[in-house]
């Protein structure tokens, strides 16, 4: 069953930036693609976008597109959020998940997040 | 962008009982509506996809109905262990967006 594994913990200053990696472990991300969403302290949950990691092809919320790359390394089975000229507001526990987009069926059903990293919090603070 | 609201914010009741959450969408999601339960300092885990289908692995109490606009998650006898925020979420079309939450609290 494949894992995600994201990276540690992160303090950064008001218009700095930040990058989140996200490590796919047991298994490929062969017709899987990857979503980021985040987690402000004590609130919902905010889609940011997503990325198919085999074409590299990415989908940004609006919200987000000025100042949000994403990248995958196919190699490592890595992908890496970039978030940029950050304010207090990026305050978020950031999370990787899963989606199945490929043809056919799958388990868990298509573009649906089954499969989520344990999130790698994020505080903006000077 | 489609807003989802829950309602209602926080549900109170005791063990046993029927736990009925509301997802409301503002505009028609066919059944592309899926629903997380997250409990404090875990991630989010995916319930039901489909408005209806069972995740791998999810209780058969957990149960989703509805379609369009109007959905719900019924908990059928509620258990200590389902004590978590509840969030809706669609894939209708970019970008997903989710609902605010409810809260399942034991009375």
Same mark, same amino acid.
């Given at each position: 069953q494949v894992q995600l594994v994201q990276s540690g913990v992160e303090v950064k200053k008001p218009g700095s930036s930040v990058k989140v990696s996200c490590k796919a472990s047991?298994?490929?991300?062969?017709n899987f693609a990857i979503s980021w969403v985040r987690q402000a302290p004590g609130l919902g949950l905010e889609w940011m976008g997503g990325i198919i990691p085999m074409f590299g092809t990415t989908n940004y919320a609006q919200k987000f597109q000025d100042r949000i790359t994403f990248k995958a390394d196919i190699s490592t089975n890595t992908i890496y959020m970039d978030l940029n000229?950050?304010?207090?507001?990026?305050?978020a526990v950031y999370y990787c998940a899963r989606y199945y987009y490929g043809s056919g069926t799958y388990e868990n059903g298509v573009?649906?997040?089954?499969v989520w990293g344990r999130g790698t919090p994020v505080t903006v603070s000077s | 962008e489609i807003v989802l609201t829950q309602s209602p914010d926080t549900l109170s009741l005791s063990p046993g009982q029927r736990a009925t959450l509301s997802c409301r969408a503002?505009?028609?999601? $066919?059944?592309y509506l899926a629903w997380f339960q997250q409990k404090p300092g875990q991630p989010p885990r995916l319930l039901?996809?489909?408005?209806s289908t069972r995740a $791998?692995?999810?209780?058969?109490r957990f149960r989703g109905s509805g379609s369009g606009t109007d959905f719900t998650l019924t908990i059928s006898s509620l258990e200590p262990e389902d004590v978590a925020f509840y969030f809706c979420q669609h894939r209708?079309?970019?970008p997903w967006t989710f609902g605010q939450g409810t809260k399942v609290e034991l009375k």
């Open positions: 047991g298994g490929t991300l062969n000229t950050l304010t207090s507001e990026d305050t573009f649906y997040m089954d | 503002s505009q028609d999601l $066919s059944i039901i996809y489909d408005a $791998s692995g999810t209780p058969a209708r079309n970019w």
